[in-house]
């Protein structure tokens, strides 16, 4: 047996911190050929490897092709400069009318509100943005919520990041406290990969948190793939529901890692198994250094239509693709026959 140094009586914040960021680790504890070595380090020098312990402990021990390893390990292929794919996929500089805050469709606002991850996923759309430049800092959260506060379009505010569960629990108490005083903001979602990487973090004090909020509260895990939900997730998931938290998940589809009818439907069969429903298949954002991830567009119509006649209506998530200045997140047209 391998050690993951999965000790339950560590805090969150230790966890975290105990992430594995050595690629030789994360090759070793996987009993993985150490040839895979050079190429991880030079593609976790553009952007770091890090995964939590108990992450890694969901994946399959000398299996190079486990759907948990592969969208952590950094690979050569991140290196190369396909044509087509960009540093800033969605243009974001651009909705950006004060720093972390995204007003980019009508009703919501989204803010960037901490840098950092949880874990590294290597196909994010995020791996060469600004997260630093783009995070005001302690105090500079007035500005934004001076914008929601004037703005009375806006009925929901979504945490974003980096991942916004990765701030600890008094910022969100102080934010929170603040949209209290903004009548017109009855939700507040929060985007998040943490209960499903790092179930550690939905603590007392933090379900605590979520049940006394005046919003109603909307969770958007970021799940991939069925092998990731263990029984911490669950456990998470059924606590964040006694609460009274909507939970819904949405899915980046990844070419090796969900790319087929089976592991999808498996998939949402899971979720919602552990009272989370399937809201969005994301197309991947055309992000340089993760189109070996990409699938061709008729492929992610044929799968959502695979999903569509093997499962419950509400069961199928809407497949959808972002495109800089579009007003929504577009539909994926489906097959047509
Ligand atoms: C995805 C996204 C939202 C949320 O869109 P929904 O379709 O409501 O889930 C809001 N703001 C920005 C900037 C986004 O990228
Ligand atoms: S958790 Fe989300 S934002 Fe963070 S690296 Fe993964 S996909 Fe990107």
Redesign the pocket.
């Known amino acids: 047996m391998i050690d993951f140094n999965l000790d339950k009586t560590i805090s969150w914040q230790t966890a975290l911190s105990q992430a594995i960021q050595d690629p030789q680790e994360l090759l070793a504890l996987l009993e993985l050929d150490p040839s895979l070595l050079a190429a991880a380090k030079s593609a976790a020098n553009l952007f770091p490897l890090k995964v939590p312990r108990g992450f890694a402990a969901r994946m399959q021990k000398g299996n190079v092709n486990d759907p948990l390893l592969k969208q952590v390990l950094p690979l050569g292929a991140e290196l190369l400069d396909v044509a087509g794919y960009q540093q800033d996929p969605l243009q974001e500089s651009d909705v950006n009318p004060i720093p972390g805050l995204?007003h980019?469709?009508q009703s919501?606002v989204?803010l960037t509100f901490v840098g950092t991850c949880g874990i590294n996923c290597r196909y994010c759309f995020r791996r060469h943005f600004p997260y630093g430049d783009n995070n005001p800092g302690t105090d500079g959260w007035d500005r934004a919520l001076d914008y929601i506060a004037k703005d009375s379009s806006i009925t929901e505010v979504?945490l974003s990041g980096g991942d916004p569960l990765v701030a600890n629990d008094k910022s969100l108490w102080a934010l929170s406290e603040k949209l209290n005083d903004i009548p017109h903001v009855k939700r507040l979602r929060i985007h998040s990969r943490m209960p499903i990487v790092l179930p550690e973090r939905i603590t007392a004090d933090f379900l605590h948190w979520m049940g006394q909020l005046k919003q109603k509260p909307v969770l958007v895990t970021h799940c991939n793939h069925p092998q990731e939900i263990s029984p911490a997730v669950e456990q998470a998931m059924q606590a964040l529901s006694d609460v009274g938290t909507v939970l819904l998940n949405q899915t980046v589809l990844l070419k090796g890692v969900n790319d087929n009818v089976d592991t999808l439907v498996d998939l949402s069969e899971a979720l919602f198994a552990a009272g989370i429903q399937p809201y969005y298949l994301h197309l991947l954002d055309k992000v340089q250094g993760a189109a070996h991830f990409d699938l061709p567009e008729e492929e992610a119509k044929n799968l959502h239509w695979g999903l569509n006649q093997r499962l419950s209506g509400y069961l199928v998530p809407k497949l959808v693709y972002?495109k800089a200045g579009a007003p929504?997140?577009l539909p994926v047209e489906l097959y047509t026959a």
């Open positions: 995204l980019k469709y919501r989204l979504i972002e929504a997140k």
